[in-house]
């Protein structure tokens, strides 16, 4: 098991930046390949970007890319999103999740799931 907890959430006005961090635990968890992911109000859970245990390969949702980076340190379990230039269509909870093969998180099934860090960003 791999537990999944993140961190850094909250309200920023539009155009700002913030940091969501992850932090895994639990069995062999620095070799899973992490992502993130959000979900708005009424609306699917939407995969924004995921990384590679070794952190070779990245992945993004067009939505994101050139706005938000994700990175990890394995060395402390942890993965990162870096989020600039926010909109108010940002606003969801953000969601952590791991898998055995980035594909698993690209494919939006990935085999674990923290519980959520509610960003808002206000126009």
């Known amino acids: 098991q791999v537990q999944l907890l993140e961190s850094g959430g909250g309200l920023v006005q539009a155009g700002g930046s913030l940091r969501l961090s992850c932090a895994a635990s639990g069995r062999t968890s620095s070799t899973y390949a992490m992502g993130w992911f959000r979900q708005a109000p009424g609306k699917e859970r939407e995969f924004l970007a995921a990384?590679?245990?070794?952190?070779?390969?990245?992945d993004y949702a067009d939505s994101v890319k050139g706005r938000f980076t994700i990175s990890r340190d394995n060395a402390k379990n942890t993965v990162s999103l870096q989020m600039n230039s926010l909109r108010p269509e940002d606003t969801a909870v953000y969601y952590c999740?791991?898998?055995?093969?980035?594909?698993?998180?690209?494919?939006?099934?990935?085999?674990?799931w923290g519980k959520g860090t509610l960003v808002t960003v206000s126009s």
């Open positions: 999740a791991a898998d055995n093969d980035i594909q698993g998180l690209v494919d939006r099934t990935p085999r674990y």
């Open positions: 990384v590679t245990w070794r952190g070779g390969r990245t």
